[in-house]
């Protein structure tokens, strides 16, 4: 069987071999590429990537072509996706970008994503996405990254790092005001009650102190009343 260059790429994914996912890497703070793990779990961090196009069939000798189909980007919540920039996993017409001009050109620039190995203050300034997009004040301070400091391959910039920090708080504040708005009536009723329950064992504790300190004076009064007179000064000589 040969994977003859008249074959068509197929487009169906491929389960014997699995190819949309990998190891997860990122960057330390000293700007080494590195693995990542889970804060939790310690297991290595994986990552979803684009299927890829394969000449041959599954049966006989499939080889997959490797075609560029997607652009790691910082996305405006804050997470790094593979963005695909060609329309289908047979899409070989290098020629024609217009889907790529579309997911990073329109709507990337409408929403501030920014290409891993991007300055985005770079970015704001040559007009490659709004400067209402970017939300860290850091992150355009007017003094953009200059090609030698970034790049595809290249550690993010101080701007790039501003930014995806920023992004990220951004969301948290948000899920966690959407979380408290999708509450169940349920849930508040809930919440509430643990709130009075907590206030009313307070007052419980607080109480019983009392009490205590009440029998403690009470007893020590008693004490003192049954305590024998002291003996008369006079007489009894
Ligand atoms: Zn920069």
Partial sequence: MSNGQDQEPILWCNRAEPTRTRFAFGWDDNGNR?????????????????????????????????????????????????IVVTNAAAHLNDTDNSYERYQLGTKGR?????????????????????????????AKDGAPCSAAVVGYGKPPCRHYKAEMAKRKELRRIDDARRAEALKTEEAKLMESNAAS?????????????????????????????????????????
Wanted: with cysteine; glycine share 8%; hydrophobic share 40%.
């Fill in 197 to 237: 329950q907590k206030e009313a064992a307070a007052a419980m504790t607080a109480l019983s102190a009392k009490v205590v300190d009440a029998v403690a004076a009470i007893a020590a009064k008693v004490s003192d009343d049954a305590a024998p007179a002291p003996a008369p000064s006079k007489g009894g000589k």
């Fill in 34 to 82: 590195v693995q990542l793990f889970d804060d939790k779990t310690g297991a290595p961090r994986i990552e979803k990537i684009p299927q890829q196009p394969h000449l041959g069939t599954p049966l006989f000798g499939l080889q997959q072509l490797r075609v560029r189909r997607s652009v790691k980007t910082l996305c405006d919540d804050g997470n790094e996706r593979e």
């Fill in 110 to 138: 409408n929403l501030g994503w920014i290409p891993t190995g991007s300055c985005p203050s770079a970015m704001v300034m040559m007009g490659q996405i709004p400067p209402g997009t970017v939300k860290a004040e850091a």
